[in-house]
T-cell receptor, first 115, second 106 residues
Framework: GAVVSQHPSWVICKSGTSVKIECRSL??????MFWYRQFPKQSLMLMAT?????????EQGVEKDKFLINHASLTLSTLTVTSAHPEDSSFYIC???????????FGEGSRLTVL | KNEVEQSPQNLTAQEGEFITINCSYS?????LHWLQQHPGGGIVSLFM???GKKKHGRLIATINIQEKHSSLHITASHPRDSAVYIC????????FGAGTRLTVKP
């Protein structure tokens, strides 16, 4: 199956700093990338959908100025958590747009801890 | 009420036991997915179903479109099967269940 590489897998940062998470589709072109947030023992929550070369579409309640998403190429999308605060601590995971078969391909996820 | 409901939320089994995880949904779908989330967080796609039944190794997934219900079965469970199993449905947007946390004890 397709491979989606996400890094860093975990990151610890100080409050007020920005953190960038990268998601790469290694063997197929992902015109659409989905970014999710997951709190402990909870379901995946869609944050935003990004299409290559255009602005991301954010879900209601997600601050677009805080969670910057860039999808500049068909193989790379980035999520930047700006001015991170402890409440931003969470597990973030990307999903590349479905392949031709409709399968779902997720990154490995990034666990962010903001001190 | 969530659009995708899974049961049980938590499940502990002894190695070798037959396991069933259930998923019910309330929306029309084009496909249903079973996903496995490892303790480290990574998510792997196990099955995609639009009808009937699929089998892969010790895993079997079934879906009843009329009843809007799917089941994931694990035969001869093993401790390495310990993970969170997530049901997701494709209804234009993807909708995810809360997951079933499975622990298989040796």
């Amino acid at each position: 199956g397709a491979v989606v590489s996400q890094h860093p897998s975990w990151v610890i940062c100080k409050s007020g700093t920005s953190v960038k998470i990268e998601c790469r589709s290694l063997d197929f072109q992902a015109t659409t990338m989905f970014w999710y947030r997951q709190f402990p023992k909870q379901s995946l929550m869609l944050m935003a959908t990004s299409n290559e070369g255009s602005k991301a579409t954010y879900e209601q309640g997600v601050e677009k100025d805080k969670f910057l998403i860039n999808h500049a190429s068909l193989t790379l999308s980035t999520l930047t958590v700006t001015s991170a605060h402890p409440e931003d601590s969470s597990f973030y995971i990307c999903r590349a747009g479905q392949g031709a078969t409709g399968e779902l391909f997720f990154g490995e996820g990034s666990r962010l801890t903001v001190l | 009420k969530n659009e995708v409901e899974q049961s049980p939320q938590n499940l502990t089994a002894q190695e070798g036991e037959f396991i069933t995880i259930n998923c019910s949904y309330s929306v029309g779908i084009s496909a249903l997915h079973w996903l496995q989330q490892h303790p480290g967080g990574g998510i792997v796609s196990l099955f995609m179903l639009s009808s009937g039944k699929k089998k892969h190794g010790r895993l079997i997934a079934t879906i009843n479109i009329q009843e809007k219900h799917s089941s994931l079965h694990i035969t001869a469970s093993h401790p390495r099967d310990s993970a969170v199993y997530i049901c997701a449905v494709n209804n234009n947007d993807m909708r995810f269940g809360a997951g079933t946390r499975l622990t298989v004890k040796p």
